[in-house]
Nanobody, 116 residues
Framework: QVQLVESGGGLVQPGGSLRLSCASS????????MGWYRQAPGKQRLLVAV???????KYADSVKGRFTISRDNAKNTVYLQMNSLNSEDTSVYYC??????????WGQGTQVTVSS
């Protein structure tokens, strides 16, 4: 069973930056896709960014040009660099992975709050 552990969330002022990390207990080589979703209170969980094993990336329109997803296979870690944050980015951010057998994994989530 793969475990995903997020870190790096917190309180940041509008216009600021944060970098989220997602550490996998298993090799991310075995993952077809890894990514980040977010969920604001009372709203659906939405895709933020994903990265394939071939390092192709996809972003939600709302974060294009501001967020960057990357992976470090040696550290079994996926990152989400978030710049130019605004209040609409306030959410719980979840790490997500899909194994080669189709199994899905979720982290426990990390809170990001953008506020002055």
């Amino acid at each position: 069973q793969v475990q995903l552990v997020e870190s790096g969330g917190g309180l940041v002022q509008p216009g600021g930056s944060l970098r989220l990390s997602c550490a996998s207990s298993g090799s991310i080589f075995s993952m077809n896709v890894m990514g980040w979703y977010r969920q604001a209170p009372g709203k659906q969980r939405l895709l933020v960014a994903v990265i394939s094993s071939g390092v192709n990336t996809k972003y939600a329109d709302s974060v294009k040009g501001r967020f960057t997803i990357s992976r470090d296979n040696a550290k079994n870690t996926v990152y989400l660099q978030m710049n130019s944050l605004n209040s609409e980015d306030t959410s719980v951010y979840y790490c997500y992975a899909v194994g080669r057998d189709g199994s899905e994994y979720w982290g426990q989530g990390t809170q990001v709050t953008v506020s002055s």
